[in-house]
């Protein structure tokens, strides 16, 4: 069982950065795939950014690949999302997941990709 505990969600304002970070317990975290996802009121969970086992390969949606930055560091188990330029659209509770991956390379967006979820820490971006 992998355990994750998101961090450093909080108010900003438009333009401003946040940075989330995500610890991770419970197993070897350097065999598992990580994503970010978030799930604004009233929408569905949606994929924000992923990335491989190894640190490799990683992959984002259309509306934040010039604007986040997804790292990990196996050392430490942790996963992170730096977060720039940041509008309201961005508002959420963004969440971390994990999957066991049999690739160093695979990365992966699906919701149902992802067999364990953190609790999710809240952005709030004001305008």
């Known amino acids: 069982q992998v355990q994750l505990v998101e961090s450093g969600g909080g108010l900003v304002q438009t333009g401003g950065s946040l940075r989330l970070s995500c610890a991770a317990s419970?197993?070897?975290?350097?065999?598992?795939?990580m994503g970010w996802f978030r799930q604004a009121p009233g929408k569905e969970r949606e994929f924000v950014a992923a990335i491989s086992r190894s640190g490799g390969n990683r992959y984002y949606t259309d509306s934040t690949k010039d604007r986040f930055t997804i790292s990990r560091d196996n050392a430490k188990n942790s996963v992170y999302l730096q977060m720039n330029s940041l509008k309201p659209e961005d508002t959420a509770v963004y969440y971390c997941?994990?999957?066991?991956?049999?690739?160093?390379?695979?990365?992966?967006?699906?919701?149902?990709?992802?067999?364990?979820w953190g609790q999710g820490t809240q952005v709030t971006v004001s305008s």
């Open positions: 997941a994990a999957v066991s991956t049999t690739s160093p390379f695979t990365v992966l967006a699906g919701v149902g990709d992802y067999d364990y």
């Open positions: 419970g197993h070897t975290f350097s065999n598992y795939a």
